[in-house]
């Protein structure tokens, strides 16, 4: 039987999933049923999820999870009141905060993720619209503006990687395919090579690089496992030959490829200034 698992926040739910979801990830052993409550800002929504919840509670028998960061205190009283084991982030941590920094906390939904620093948000939307416009080689022309140019063959993740650092970081990331002619060449392409302290190398294991080209292009050549592994040990050799830093990424999330690019490349986060 799945556990059930509830992210109760009254804003996106981002912080209580993300958390939520790293803890339970130590537990291989066990299934979990996730359910979303974000936006729970007022006493209606509470109820409703404490109703859900003790609803899990009877039909499993098993305590539900619930994983909240609730502001507003009346709101998080009602959840106390529900049968699910409340792991309540805002209350654990605030209160230690609170003792160490002899100040109040301002009890203000969305303060992380609103755009109340204009600066920052602008650089959010600057690197998004960037790492759009440099997707996938289309352009070369903004290479000389990037923070971090991805390589690798098709579908190694260059493209969520890309905005992931954008959104996340604010990180001014373009990304170019190796193809076959690149392949056959063993060597940077010239566009590249101006350039190539800022390139990096994504490569995967050609099982799964055939598992996510079978989902797009079935019965292809483009999916066949010969082809995906002459593309994979071709480009692990380019890496190799032109000194490149690379990463494999197939047991990797994306929060984990990004993290690791920008510690291995030695980029500041922007958003963290």
């Not at 600066?119 to 960037?130: H, S, V």
């Not at 290479?143 to 390589?151: P, V």
Request: glycine share 6%.
């Amino acid at each position: 039987m799945k556990r059930a698992v509830f992210f109760v926040s009254d804003h996106t739910g981002i912080t209580a999933e993300t958390l939520g979801r790293s803890l339970l990830a130590q537990f291989e052993g066990v299934q979990f049923n996730f359910n979303a409550w974000p936006f729970l800002d007022n006493v209606e929504k509470a109820r409703q999820a404490v109703t859900q919840i003790d609803y899990y509670a009877a039909e499993d028998g098993l305590r539900p999870l619930v994983f909240s960061t609730l502001v507003n205190p009346e709101l998080r009283s009602i959840i106390k009141e529900s049968q699910g084991l409340l792991i309540d982030f805002f209350e654990t941590f605030t209160t230690q905060l609170e003792a160490e920094l002899g100040a109040k906390p301002a009890l203000a939904v969305g303060r992380y993720h609103n755009v109340g620093n204009y600066a920052k948000y602008t650089a959010r939307i600057d690197a998004l619209n960037f790492g759009l416009a440099n997707d996938d080689g289309v352009i070369s022309s903004n290479y000389a503006a990037a923070d971090i140019i991805l390589l690798g063959v098709s579908r190694s993740g260059k493209t969520p990687t890309s905005l992931y650092l954008a959104l996340q970081y604010g990180i001014l990331a373009a990304n170019y395919p190796i193809t076959e002619d690149d392949l056959e060449m063993s060597r940077l392409p010239n566009v590249l090579r101006p350039f190539r302290e800022r390139v990096f190398g994504l490569t995967i294991d050609p099982e799964r690089l055939q598992q996510i080209r079978s989902e797009r292009l079935p019965d292809s050549r483009y999916a066949t496992f010969k082809q995906c592994e002459f593309e994979v040990r071709a480009v692990e050799g380019l890496y190799r030959s032109e000194k490149i830093k690379f990463l494999n990424t197939t047991a990797m999330s994306i929060e984990e490829i990004a993290a690791t690019i920008l510690q291995q490349a030695g980029i500041k986060r922007r958003l963290y200034n």
